[in-house]
């Protein structure tokens, strides 16, 4: 099949790229020249562990390409995919401009019939929105060539995307005409393994279907934060709780892990685009505004550990960061935790030496040169002559440190663990006031 994907980013590219590794050829459009560029030089614009290769060897074998001619990539594909960014507006909602450009030139361009599938993550009545504006468009043009508009949600997630894309747990296809359902049932055939994982539905619901995936596990995630924080008042441990409520399959054991607050680009986002969804509908979704309002405090939930330990003025303070990513393997600082937390401590007057083994490049770029910050070039180099550790980020690589170096390093044996990493009792044995979260 010839596909079109409209949008370079982080989706669009792992789109592009995994069905052109099941043999499709695929053009890939974007509106920033400098990103096409590297892409066409072999290079990739964004870390995911896989991707470099899967788009080198798909491009060597001629089924991948990267364009900026718009005109061109609205005539190469039978199916279009619009997996452009959807940003929230001041208000939380998703800002819609550029998927409506990108419908506004599949209407200008388009010569013959094509299907056009939403791949960014719109609210409920978006295809709607999108197949009215490819109307619009070709009656100005004064053109009637068919098309149909299928909601296609992603479950990708950051680190393992390429893994969800090629061995998807459902697939969920929102289309209302046949030769639109046929062309998808084509298009993820190569993708089903052992059994059928599409799941095709009405348009609306394919599109509630992906803030209802994202808002419940943000859900889970602030509820789990919520107990942690009462079971650290209570003396009870939040990891024997959540062993103790996941061994019940209603429950289950996945993302229910307590720690220093949700980040990354789809939760946050997702969670106040649904407030916003619900609120122009006239309800006030109030259990999601509160799993907004627990994890905003939860981002801060480390520095009010330090603050009852150093007191509120923290200038004069030193403090050694581990992990910058909102999770580990990606470099995606997008509403990181980290942010948060350096932000406040260097407003309160403390300095930081900040390391992730991945994300630095990235951190000092969306956070500019902020005069305290300090980026250290390995773990153990952070924590020289700091008050503290605090472990943000829960890379692999800081699972089992060096616990008699980290003292050695550190000007007061204090480790604040916001992700819960280490055994508190043997932390405690070995001499540090050790703080997890909820234990
Ligand atoms: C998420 C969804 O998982 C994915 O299906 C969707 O398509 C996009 O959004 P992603 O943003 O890549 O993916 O990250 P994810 O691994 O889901 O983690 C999101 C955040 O929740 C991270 O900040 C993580 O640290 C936090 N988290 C996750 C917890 O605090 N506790 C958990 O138990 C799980």
Redesign the pocket.
């Known amino acids: 099949m010839k596909i079109t994907v409209v949008g370079s980013g982080y989706v669009g590219l792992v789109t592009g790229t995994c069905l052109a590794e099941v043999g499709n050829h695929v053009l890939c459009l974007d509106v920033d020249p400098a990103k096409i560029a590297t892409l066409q030089q072999g290079g990739i614009p964004i870390y995911e562990p896989g991707l470099d290769d899967m788009v080198r060897r798909n491009v060597e074998a001629g089924r991948l390409s990267f364009t900026t001619d718009i005109p061109a990539a609205v005539a190469f594909g039978e199916v279009q995919f619009i997996a452009v960014g959807t940003p929230p507006d001041e208000d939380g909602s998703a800002d819609l401009q550029y998927v409506l450009a990108a419908a506004r030139n599949i209407g200008l361009y388009m010569s013959e019939p094509k299907v056009v599938v939403d791949k960014s993550t719109v609210p409920v009545g978006t295809a709607d929105k999108v197949k009215a504006q490819i109307a619009a468009t070709l009656a100005e043009r004064g053109a009637d060539i068919a098309y149909s508009v299928v909601s296609n949600p ?6 393992a995307a390429i893994e969800d894309f090629m061995k998807p747990d459902r697939i969920v296809v929102g289309a209302e005409d046949e030769r639109a359902i046929e062309l998808m049932r084509r298009l993820y055939a190569p993708f089903q393994r052992n059994h059928d994982r599409i799941l095709f539905m009405d348009v609306r619901s394919a599109e509630l279907t992906k803030y209802a ?2 808002a419940m ?1 943000a859900t889970r ?1 602030s509820f ?1 934060n919520e107990l942690a924080n009462l079971a650290e008042d209570l003396g009870a441990d939040i990891e024997l709780v959540r062993r103790g409520i996941g061994s019940d399959p209603r429950i289950g054991y996945h ?3 307590p ?1 220093a ?7 946050p986002k997702d969670v106040k685009a649904l407030v916003a969804s619900g609120r122009e509908q006239g309800h006030a979704m109030r259990v999601l505004t509160a799993v907004e309002e627990a994890n905003e405090a939860q981002k801060r939930r480390l520095v009010d550990k330090l603050v009852k330990r150093f007191g509120e003025d923290l200038r004069g303070h030193h403090f050694a960061l581990w992990g910058l990513a ?2 580990p393997n990606t470099d995606d600082m997008r509403e990181a935790s980290s942010r948060v937390i350096i932000a406040e401590l260097i407003r309160r007057g403390a300095t930081v030496a900040a390391y992730d083994p991945v994300a630095a490049d990235e951190a000092r770029r969306v956070m500019g040169d902020l005069p305290g910050l300090r980026f250290a070039d390995d773990m153990m180099a952070a924590l020289h002559g700091a008050d503290a550790l605090l472990v943000v980020t829960e890379w692999k690589m800081f699972r089992a440190p060096d616990f008699d170096a980290i003292k050695a390093s550190l000007k007061h044996p204090v480790i604040l663990d916001g992700r819960n990493m280490y055994d508190p009792a043997w932390l405690r044995e070995l001499g540090f006031d050790y703080q997890a979260i909820g234990r």
């Open positions: 992603e479950f990708l997630k950051e680190g995936a994202n596990l995630i789990m993302f229910l892990y720690g607050g949700y980040g990354g680009s789809c939760f909102f999770k």
